[in-house]
């Protein structure tokens, strides 16, 4: 079944990243001409040395929640930093967020075994701040995916489907439809993600599109579908956060 684009970019990165290239407005830009209608602003986390800490996210109180039409959502890529998953993001910074990614990334945490690796990934979910565990499909970290999968059923947190991947993460694509027919299996939301270093690769899904309709998935598992349902989610988040 052919997939919607979706309404929302959930991974998105400004200069302030240090590895990235575009400022806000780029960004906010071309999600406009490309008719998204919100982006999640993700730069990465202290714990990548050429990040600007903690201007990547305090920069965001001066920048309108909407722009050019554009919903303009605050987020971080947190860097999982040991393999219980403790987060590079501390808690003082929880209140400027609305959603977080958790991401694994060589040059911060070298991989470690597929148990470690796993025990990571299931550590970051159970943290009630995150929302999704960023690139999991990626090679450079053998995980167990059907247990990663259970564990955010169980969690009922998201997984991405990182398009971005598929031109720097090479060789991702298999773990990828393995994550695609898991959480397809247990009812898993996931979220496209540009991953975008540059304003141009913002909104480009055609990878993780592509994937995703190989294996049948449905859109109603797309949390990022529309702007009606990823704000559906946001609303969820709260909730757990507040009864965490
Ligand atoms: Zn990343
Ligand atoms: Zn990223």
Redesign the pocket.
Known sequence: MKLMVPAIDT???TYL?GH?YSTIFENITVAAQKGLKGIVN?D?SPAMSDCRWPAAVRFLRNVPREFMGVRIYHGV?ADIIDYDGTLSVTEEYYSLLDFM?A?LHEVVKPAGTKMQNTQAMIGALNHPHVDIL??PGTPAFEVDIEAVVKEAAKCNKLIEI?S?SFEVRKGCEQNCIQFAKLCKKYDVRISL?S???MCFQVGAFDNAIKLLETVDFPQELIVSRSLQSFEAYLVERKQRIANK
Do not use: L, Q
């Open positions: 991974h998105t990165h990243s990235a993700t990465h890529e990614i991401s960023g690139h990182n971005h993600a991953d975008a270093h």
